[in-house]
């Protein structure tokens, strides 16, 4: 992983460029590292992107402008409405705007001869992939200079560090308007070198909003200049963490994305041994990127069930788990902030990010250790007032300075 993130500094950096004061280096990087991670592959219908645009129209008539991607994911938009929720602004939705035709052949010629000229480590089939997207991004900067933003004063995307986004901000930055970011998930220093570390590799904003003070501190190790990094809070309503009273033992499986598939079935086949042992009963939560006909199969023929389709939040508030079972995801963090201790599976790829307790496990012996010893942790208050601190440094809990942050009124 250390030689693939070494291979995609080298092609961004020889792939410096700007154009109409945008730098394409950077609004490229998801793509080049997506391409050196071999994570995006070619595909025919790709080539449709030469001739296309996305016509984005800035809604000037607030002075706080907001943008996402197109990600349609509910628990997104549950923390972008958050942030929004006390501040008079607009929104740009990149979801909701669709391609529409535009052929430049300035830009196919600009795109392809930057790509090709230039000494880059990718193969023919990856190269022709990158032109084609810039080109892309090309023809979209040409249709977005047509827009005029007198009125805004903070522009606020949900992530800068992608494509889309980061075209947003150069262009509000371009226009002297302060620009600033959101965090979505938990951000820290790897000792691997996963494709997630984009987020603070290429910070493009003026301005990241972070949640807790421990991010901060993450940045601050990785060079990132202590102006740029906000402490805003956590971005959805929190309540009191209480005891709990455990009538039958009822796990949430939270499931990492498709790159940890196995592990995953590792995880299933634990459970299947738990399941021996103990009067247990399973849900399983997907990401969005799993194949839910393969875990379905498997909840089907091991006596586990499949959680209804609802936000983290919304499953939390509606079922009496005893415990979340967690792997490589931000979602461990999510189950305690609401009221539902998470036992972390950790292996050899798991990753370095903080521990709130001394919570995981690798072996059936560790798990059922851990559901013993916090089975008794959930119903002492100070157990749950201890995790209210720590989940201050790390998530800011309690915390909310977005509209102080945003605000111009």
Known sequence: MKKLFKRYKIIKSKLVYNYKEYPMHNILSLEIISLVYAKKKLNVKDFAYLVLTRKINIDNSKKILFSIGGYKRDDYYELLNYVRKDIDSSLVDLSKIK?????????????????????????????????ITMTYILNIIDDLENNRVDN????????SNLNYEGILDYYFQKNSIQTYTLQHGLWFIYDSYPIDLVAYENLISQNLLCWG???????????????KIKVAGYPRNIHPLVVKKVKKLKILVLFARVQYHKNNLDIVEILKKLKLTLNIEVEFKLHPSLDKKIYEDIAYNNN????????IKELMKDSN???SIVYNSTAYYDSYLYNCISLQYKDIDADNSIDIWN?????????????EFFTIKNTEQNFW????????????????????????T
Not at 304 to 311: E, G, I, P, V, Y
């Open 213 to 227: 003070d421990y991010t901060k501190q993450e940045f601050k190790k990785f060079g990132v200049s202590q102006e």
């Open 385 to 408: 007032d201890e995790t209210e601190e720590k989940l201050k440094y790390i998530l800011g809990y309690g915390t909310n300075n977005y509209k102080g942050f945003l605000d111009v």
């Open 359 to 371: 919570d995981s496990f690798k072996t059936l012996k560790e798990l059922q250790e851990k559901i």
């Open 304 to 311: 586990f069930t499949m959680a209804d389709n609802k936000t």
């Open 152 to 159: 805004i004063q903070k522009f606020c995307s949900f992530c």
């Open 321 to 323: 788990y005893t415990f």
């Open 99 to 131: 391609s529409s035709f535009k052929i430049s052949l300035k830009n196919i010629g600009i795109s392809f001869k930057h790509i090709f000229f230039n000494d880059i480590d990718l193969s023919f089939k990856n190269k022709l992939s990158l032109a």
